[in-house]
Nanobody
Framework: QVQLVESGGGLVQAGESLRLSCAAS????????MSWYRQAPGKQRELVAG???????NYADSVKGRFTISKDNAKNTVYLQMNSLAPEDTAVYYC????????WGKGTLVTVSS
């Protein structure tokens, strides 16, 4: 079992930045993949970024060059640094851990005004 708690969401203007955090209830050192997903109103949940146990990362094309995923194993926390935010980035952002199954946080709302 892995419990995940997201934080850092909020209301920002276009062009600004936010950093999301995802705190895990157990060591993330051995978790195969940790990811950020998002779900905008009326749309399906989509993968934003992922980071493997070894530190390899992948990003959705829509956020490449603007978002950066990272992790701090000592703090059991995964981060999503979001720069140059745009209104289309407005969504609920969810943290996900793949550890002998899928685990999800409850999400944090990011709203970007134009």
């Amino acid at each position: 079992q892995v419990q995940l708690v997201e934080s850092g969401g909020g209301l920002v203007q276009a062009g600004e930045s936010l950093r999301l955090s995802c705190a895990a209830s157990r060591s993330i050192f051995s978790i195969a993949v940790m990811s950020w997903y998002r779900q905008a109103p009326g749309k399906q949940r989509e993968l934003v970024a992922g980071i493997t146990k070894g530190g390899s990362t992948n990003y959705a094309d829509s956020v490449k060059g603007r978002f950066t995923i990272s992790k701090d194993n000592a703090k059991n926390t995964v981060y999503l640094q979001m720069n140059s935010l745009a209104p289309e980035d407005t969504a609920v952002y969810y943290c996900n851990a793949y550890y002998f199954g899928q685990f999800w946080g409850k999400g944090t709302l990011v709203t970007v005004s134009s």
